[in-house]
């Protein structure tokens, strides 16, 4: 059964980075475009980024430019985000999805059709 874990999230001060990891497990995601996305309590969910795996194409969120990087390990069946530069947007919670209709990283970024969330992993930036 495909499945997908989110985990790295945790407490850091403005300014500060962190790593978060999707662990896939039941495929391989090296056809797939894989997402990060991110709901703050009150609002919609939104796409940060996405990369398809297939053929290398990223895409990212126009508030995240410059200080996100989502890649792939691909021996280790994960995709991460590295978080720079966090900013204080009190406490946000991140999940991963995979494209299984094939949209490609901007599409399935923007207008995300996904079955399931996962539990997502939650990322506070405070002082």
């Known amino acids: 059964q495909e499945r997908l874990v989110e985990s790295g999230g945790g407490l850091v001060q403005p300014g500060g980075s962190l790593r978060l990891s999707c662990a896939a497990s039941?495929?391989?995601?090296?056809?797939?475009?894989i997402g990060w996305f991110r709901q703050a309590p009150g609002k919609e969910r939104e796409g940060v980024s996405c990369?398809?795996?297939?053929?290398?194409?990223?895409y990212y969120a126009d508030s995240v430019k410059g200080r996100f990087t989502i890649s792939r390990d691909i021996a280790k069946n994960t995709v991460y985000l590295q978080m720079n530069s966090l900013k204080p947007e009190g406490t946000v919670v991140y999940y991963c999805?995979?494209?299984?209709?094939?949209?490609?990283?901007?599409?399935?970024?923007?207008?995300?059709?996904?079955?399931?969330w996962g539990q997502g992993t939650q990322v506070t930036v405070s002082s």
């Open positions: 999805a995979a494209d299984w209709r094939d949209y490609g990283a901007y599409i399935f970024c923007t207008e995300p059709e996904v079955d399931s």
């Open positions: 039941g495929f391989t995601f090296d056809h797939y475009t």
């Open positions: 990369l398809d795996a297939s053929n290398g194409n990223t």
